[in-house]
């Protein structure tokens, strides 16, 4: 019986969104779901094999690189058409080619090129999947929207994560990468079994959508600038942890033992796990404050949980429970930032340049791997550890936030 009441209310709750927001939140998390193991195992999976942190690096950074070409020819597509389908379908056909090169790789060559067709991907995906939030809400409020999407997304990635790690570790080595391929299957299927729908809802939001966004426009274009630079800080931040952190673990600190893979995995679930809790609850708070409120608080968040792991270094048993405080204030850091960017930078944006506003944004994400994880790689190969990474980031985040505070206190 309580089961029962449970799954009511649970479906009660679900069925309180409009039907177009509820597809588009399904395929974000099929999207995380396969991309979630590929985001944070691979550079483990590799560096097992023997490729360098020099060369894994290098694979991100290439990948960030071809990503900025095709957000921009996305964006632009965005802003003429206004559709998203055949980007989203496009985007899966290059993640499964991807994972089908990553699957085959034994060398640095054919991980590259595995690399490449994941940055395309990324670069066609995220501005098509971000442009049909607003639009798809109706009359929920945008902020509230994008929460419901990113605790879905921070679903999917935790599950990607956990499972892919404990089939990497105990059934096959690359099976991240076949689960990839199964998700976007799923997601090519909902996509054109509702691509009349998905039209329709589009055509009827978007002249009134527009007309609203257009009284915000000149209060946030004169912001602009110090708002792209926290953006783009963050996403340095999120990149570093991501691709950085892991191999920081697995090599050992100043006086940090090296931790295992085994290890590494579940402190990395530990920090999806939390994020997967407080996504909603902080979105749904952070919806309710001051729209540049988010970006202050996750500023503020990413510098102390970068300043812990920078202290971190030098302890041994200590550290553990420095890096595990330091990865609750990146989950709440990130179920700030998420939610509160695309807004922010959706309204920012002039009526016929939405798409390529959100594809502006995706290269915020994607110049975070331009030179961190590249430049972070050579750190460790060169001194062992990334206790300077730390303290740079901590020192970046917590200066913008003073600017942004000061500048724009209201």
């Not at 360098?52 to 070409?69: E, M, N, P």
């Not at 679930?269 to 609850?281: G, V």
Request: with cysteine; net charge positive; proline share 2%.
């Amino acid at each position: 019986m309580i089961i029962q009441n449970s799954f009511q209310i649970s479906k009660s709750w679900w069925n309180q969104f409009p039907y177009s927001l509820r597809l588009i939140t399904k395929i974000r998390f099929f999207a995380a779901f396969g991309a979630g193991g590929v985001i944070y195992l691979t550079s483990l999976i590799f560096n097992n094999i023997g490729l360098s942190a020099t060369d894994i690096g290098l694979g991100f950074t290439i990948s960030a690189i071809i990503g900025t070409l095709t957000r921009f020819f996305t964006g632009n597509y965005l802003n003429k058409t206004g559709k998203i389908q055949l980007p989203l379908i496009t985007s899966s056909i290059l993640s499964i080619s991807a994972s089908l090169f990553f699957i085959f790789s034994r060398d640095t060559f054919l991980y590259i090129i595995g690399q490449s067709f994941v940055g395309a991907a990324a670069g066609i995906y995220w501005p098509a999947a971000e442009f049909g939030i607003p639009y798809f809400c109706h009359p929920i409020d945008t902020r509230k929207a994008y929460s419901l999407v990113r605790s879905w997304e921070a679903l999917g990635i935790f599950l990607g994560v956990f499972l892919g790690g404990f089939m990497t570790n105990f059934l096959y080595s690359k099976s991240i990468f076949i689960n990839d391929i199964f998700c976007m299957f799923i997601i090519t299927y909902l996509i054109s079994k509702n691509n009349f729908s998905i039209t329709r809802t589009l055509e009827n939001f978007q002249e009134k959508l527009v007309e609203q966004i257009n009284n915000f426009q000149s209060k946030w274009n004169k912001n602009s600038a110090i708002i792209i630079l926290s953006v783009l800080l963050i996403t340095t931040s999120l990149a570093l942890i991501q691709v950085t952190l892991p191999l920081d673990l697995v090599k050992g600190g100043i006086y940090r033992n090296a931790l295992s893979e085994e290890i590494t995995s579940l402190i990395i679930s530990i920090q999806l796990i939390l994020l997967l809790f407080l996504q909603w609850p902080i979105g749904s708070w952070i919806s309710k404050k001051g729209r540049l409120f988010g970006l202050k608080f996750s500023l503020i968040n990413f510098s102390f949980a970068s300043f812990l792991l920078f202290i971190s270094s030098y302890f041994n048993i200590l550290s553990f429970y420095l890096i595990f405080f330091a990865l609750i204030l990146v989950s709440l850091g990130t179920a700030s930032f998420l939610p509160t960017s695309t807004d922010v930078v959706f309204r920012i944006a002039p009526s016929n340049k939405k798409g390529f506003a959100l594809a502006l944004l995706s290269q915020c994400f994607a110049m975070g791997y331009f030179f961190g994880p590249f430049v972070s790689g050579r750190i460790l190969d060169l001194f062992g550890d990334a206790s300077i990474i730390w303290l740079s980031i901590s020192c970046c985040c917590f200066i913008v936030f003073a600017i942004l505070f000061r500048r724009f206190f209201n």
